[in-house]
C-alpha cells in the first residue's frame, strides 16, 4: 500500500472554469460580434459596391464629374426620344414631371433643344440611400443625341 500524497508533493492545486461559464462567453461574444457586424455591415458594403443610377440601355457617357463638395454627376446621350427615356426612370420607381406643352399642340414649337422632364427616386439597401435627379432634354442634333440628360446622385447613410 502506497502512502497517502500531500498537495505539496503533487503540486499546486488548480482551479478549473466551468463549462457552462465557457459556453456563456462564447455565445455572448458572438452575439456581440453579430450586432457590430450588422452596424457595419451596409456602410462597408456601399463603400466596396456603391450603388448606381440606372441608366437606360445604349446611353452613351459624354461626361462624369464628381466633385469634392455637392452631388457627383453624368451626362448621358441616346438615340431615344426624351419621353421614352423619361418613361424608363418612372419604370425604375421615379417620379416624372413632364414639361407642359402647348395646348393644342403635339410638338414643340421651338427649334432646338427644350426640356421634356425632371424626374426624381431614391432606393435603399443595406443602410444606404441613394437618391438621384434626371434633368431630360431632346431637340439635339441627330448626330448629338437627339436626347441628352444630366443623373445627380445623391448617397446617404441611414
Same mark, same amino acid.
Given at each position: 500500500?502506497? !502512502? !497517502?500524497?500531500?498537495? &505539496?508533493?503533487?503540486?499546486?492545486?488548480?482551479?478549473?472554469?466551468? #463549462?457552462?461559464?465557457? /459556453? =456563456?462567453? #462564447? =455565445?455572448?461574444?458572438?452575439?456581440? &460580434?453579430?450586432?457590430?457586424?450588422?452596424?457595419?455591415?451596409?456602410?462597408?458594403?456601399?463603400?466596396?459596391?456603391?450603388?448606381?443610377?440606372? =441608366?437606360?440601355?445604349?446611353?452613351?457617357? %459624354?461626361? @462624369?464629374?464628381?466633385?469634392?463638395?455637392?452631388?457627383?454627376?453624368?451626362?448621358?446621350?441616346?438615340?431615344?426620344?426624351?419621353?421614352?427615356?423619361?418613361?424608363?426612370?418612372?419604370?425604375?420607381?421615379?417620379?416624372?414631371? $413632364?414639361?407642359?406643352?402647348?395646348?393644342?399642340?403635339?410638338?414643340?414649337?421651338?427649334?432646338?433643344?427644350?426640356? =421634356?422632364?425632371?424626374?426624381?427616386?431614391?432606393?435603399?439597401?443595406?443602410?444606404?440611400?441613394?437618391?438621384?435627379?434626371?434633368?431630360? @432634354?431632346?431637340? +439635339?442634333?441627330?448626330?448629338?443625341?437627339?436626347? %441628352? $440628360?444630366? /443623373? +445627380?446622385?445623391?448617397?446617404?447613410?441611414?
Amino acid at each position: 500500500m502506497e !502512502p !497517502p500524497t500531500t498537495a &505539496s508533493e503533487t503540486g499546486p492545486s488548480r482551479r478549473r472554469v466551468p #463549462m457552462w461559464l465557457i /459556453i =456563456v462567453s #462564447m =455565445v455572448v461574444g458572438l452575439l456581440l &460580434s453579430a450586432l457590430i457586424l450588422s452596424r457595419v455591415a451596409g456602410p462597408l458594403y456601399g463603400l466596396l459596391f456603391p450603388l448606381d443610377v440606372p =441608366v437606360p440601355d445604349g446611353a452613351q457617357e %459624354i461626361e @462624369h464629374v464628381k466633385p469634392d463638395k455637392g452631388a457627383e454627376y453624368w451626362i448621358y446621350r441616346t438615340t431615344e426620344s426624351g419621353e421614352a427615356v423619361a418613361v424608363f426612370y418612372e419604370q425604375e420607381g421615379g417620379t416624372c414631371y $413632364f414639361t407642359p406643352k402647348p395646348v393644342g399642340e403635339t410638338e414643340f414649337p421651338v427649334e432646338g433643344p427644350y426640356s =421634356v422632364a425632371q424626374c426624381s427616386g431614391t432606393e435603399e439597401f443595406a443602410g444606404l440611400g441613394l437618391s438621384w435627379e434626371v434633368f431630360i @432634354h431632346t431637340g +439635339y442634333p441627330e448626330a448629338e443625341g437627339p436626347t %441628352i $440628360f444630366r /443623373i +445627380y446622385k445623391y448617397s446617404e447613410v441611414n
